[in-house]
């Protein structure tokens, strides 16, 4: 069993921070890729972005310059901070990591529970 588990989600002001936290645990024999996505109501679900298992990121445009994504492998776990955040950044946030479970396995997309980002004055 593998269990994608965020927190730091919540309530901010515009042109406020925050600080998401997605940690995986449970039969883990290696994370590749890890990232978020996020859906607002009424929308698809988009990507924000990824980080590779070598530290290689990727952004969506509507975030470039305004977040970072980083990982801790030894806590097999990835990070999300988003500054100068807006309204339409309100969202639910899913964060993913493309694992195996075992040395033979194939690789498999395991998805965290989703937390709400709510940016309101």
């Known amino acids: 069993q593998v269990q994608l588990v965020e927190s730091g989600g919540g309530l901010v002001q515009p042109g406020g921070s925050l600080r998401l936290s997605c940690a995986a645990s449970?039969?883990?024999?290696?994370?590749?890729?890890m990232g978020w996505f996020r859906q607002a109501p009424g929308r698809e679900r988009e990507l924000v972005a990824l980080?590779?298992?070598?530290?290689?990121?990727d952004y969506a445009d509507s975030l470039k310059g305004r977040c970072t994504i980083s990982r801790d492998n030894a806590k097999n776990t990835v990070y999300l901070q988003i500054n100068s955040l807006k309204p339409e950044d309100t969202a639910v946030y899913y964060c993913?990591?493309?694992?195996?479970?075992?040395?033979?396995?194939?690789?498999?997309?395991?998805w965290g529970q989703g937390t709400q980002v709510t940016v309101s004055s």
């Open positions: 993913y990591a493309n694992l195996q479970v075992g040395a033979l396995s194939y690789d498999s997309i395991y």
């Open positions: 449970g039969t883990i024999f290696r994370i590749n890729g």
């Open positions: 980080i590779t298992k070598v530290g290689n990121t």
